[in-house]
């Protein structure tokens, strides 16, 4: 009797920072033998496809960990419900879903009162009163150590409607919604300020004026709203992500998936102006915040070149880039015109804090 | 900036020990708003249903954490993610439903290696295979402390085949298949000789003549096959409940969504003799055992009176009691017969170790 971890001599086994989150998924879900014929899209998208009926039933969940995902120094417990839900709905509106169902469950130390709850379950009743989700179910138990919370949803489409990320074909445009890089740039400023507090508790914290970049990472919204607006265009994407990741990563899985190589040109990233100066005084390069910075939970797509007229003057879409033939790789276009090559990261294992960094 | 937990002062603010995991479940989802005509049945049962097309899909999502709901001292990686399949598929059985997909997500702490997901992966496909089930969804992260493992699964059954927790009526017959409280002694069986182990490293672990406790504890069954079970006999159940907490528990459950009384007949629960023997070894009431011990994952329901004759000589299938006026209470029938009044313990908030107990 000993703990059931496999006890090879340690040079047999493998850290999970060998492999990176992505890599560990490929491994854990390679050759998954599938029974159903129902099951249209299993692992490696935003969300499972499932027939039923005439529709489809679209299915994703996430697992958030305290001090891994968020930091209850400066997160309000009612900002992490709604979060924790928004995560989730933004997985379906990556597929031009309707989000209907949700179910929270969630374990907790002792150290949190009933209060803490209620204030959580307030967020989590905000989000799905304002995505008109209906909360489904609901589970408790204890934790040893801090705020565990999963969320899982489901959503509904028209089978023909399903946006996957293979879609995408060479010459196809990439376009993204709103502006990227400011949740990430809103996390580093918590982050000081935190750090600030931790050295001398009398300081207040500095994040007046910032009140942008502070929401995006503690309240981001899903663009649900994104389904109308293309269907008002009569824009069907080929590929849809959204950007939970980084810009990076992001576009890397909609080239594996489609089979394709990209081109980015930086300076077409949208930036919030004052994002781009917070990043400066960082001493990070904006668009490297953009990149891999993730949370923005903006939706990343490409389109047939056909629909450029359409999309070209709509508001809040930004035409970043377009797919290319696999063998020309995947990169990005310099401000200077300097070709790089992109790459990616996913939580980076254990070798830092377990979330998409620079 | 301070941790963002309800600063009023403590006397304030509720334990959650106070309210319990019934209670807290309560009062997290009370007046719930439903946006959507697709959800037939929200929280409150074993499984969400939510209509789509002819069918109805079922949705039920659980939350396992390391110290709580296993310890990883005696838990193979592999029998811990079978399990975690299992109870989730359990909870599909438990609405007369056919489980279909599953998807999970895994927090690790950097001391596990890629082996040891192996093995947790291994065991869920297992579970997948034997059970039919397609995994359809992975999610890893990493975490600061332990494994937490959250699995969604979904199921399929008609609408008129649904069974409800609430459809129980006065002078229905309770029954419930295979036997309990042995998963309870296996437990109890492995936390001694940990005790044991831990006191002397060299002492080999008294396990053997136990696999079915042990068994029943690190890789229970889910009972799938009821199903059909019931319905070659003609029998469609009034209500219906999984064994996870306990079979007070449930049975308190039934009666509470039914809005009725019971009177369960101790001398009727099933109990393995093996498993009897052993708790009188461990100086507790065998039926105290099967009553509050949980985890056995058998299925509990009710019949209309009429049903008896198809029922009374079904193999692994136990009437244990009847259902009654709410005004009558809900009361057991001990062998010497007396009358007392059932109790029923979920996880007992922060008071021991959150999981169901004595």
Chains 1, 2 share one sequence.
Not at 64 to 87: C, N, R, W
Not at 167 to 186: E, F, H, K, Q, W
Not at 217 to 227: F, G, S, V, Y
Request: glycine letters at 10%; proline letters at 4%.
């Amino acid at each position: 009797m000993s703990e059931t971890i496999p006890t090879d001599s340690p040079a047999n086994l493998t850290p999970l920072s060998e492999l990176g989150e992505f890599g560990l998924i490929d491994r854990l879900t390679a050759d998954i033998k599938l029974y159903h014929k129902e099951t249209i899209k299993g692992v490696g998208d935003d969300a499972a496809v499932i027939a039923a009926g005439e529709k489809v039933i679209l299915l994703s969940t996430d697992l958030l960990v305290e001090g891994i995902h968020f930091d209850m120094v400066y997160t309000p417990l009612k900002h992490l419900g709604y979060k924790s839900a928004v995560v989730n709905i933004s997985d379906i509106a990556a597929m031009n879903g309707i989000p209907k169902q949700l179910t929270v469950s969630v374990a907790v130390s002792s150290r949190f009162p009933v209060e803490a709850l209620d204030e959580l379950y307030t967020g989590i009743r905000l989000a799905c009163d304002r995505y008109k989700v209906d909360l489904v179910g609901g589970d408790t138990s204890s934790s040893n150590k801090g705020l565990i919370i999963s969320v899982t949803v489901l959503g509904e489409a028209q089978k023909e409607d399903v946006i996957y990320r293979s879609g995408a074909r060479p010459n196809d445009l990439i376009c993204v919604t709103g502006d990227l890089g400011s949740a990430y740039m809103g996390l580093l400023l918590l982050e000081r300020e935190k750090a600030v507090f931790r050295a001398n508790p009398d300081m207040q914290p500095e994040l007046e004026g910032f009140d942008y970049q502070v929401g995006r990472q503690l309240k981001p919204e899903a663009r649900t709203d994104i389904r109308e607006t293309l269907s008002g265009l009569g824009i069907k994407p080929t590929s849809m992500i959204d950007i939970s990741d980084g810009l990076a990563s992001e576009t890397m899985h909609l080239c594996k998936q489609s089979g394709t190589g990209c081109r980015l040109y930086e300076g077409k990233i949208p930036i919030n102006p004052q994002t781009r100066e917070l990043a400066m005084e960082f001493k990070i390069i904006p668009s490297v915040a953009a990149l891999s910075g993730g949370e923005d939970y903006e939706l990343l797509f490409t389109i047939d070149t056909k629909d450029y007229e359409k999309i070209k003057d709509a508001e809040g879409i930004s035409i970043i880039g377009h797919m290319t033939e696999a063998s020309e790789g995947k990169a990005m276009i310099t401000a200077d015109d300097k070709q790089i090559e992109l790459t990616a990261q996913g939580w980076d294992g254990m070798k830092n804090d377990g979330r998409g960094s620079i």
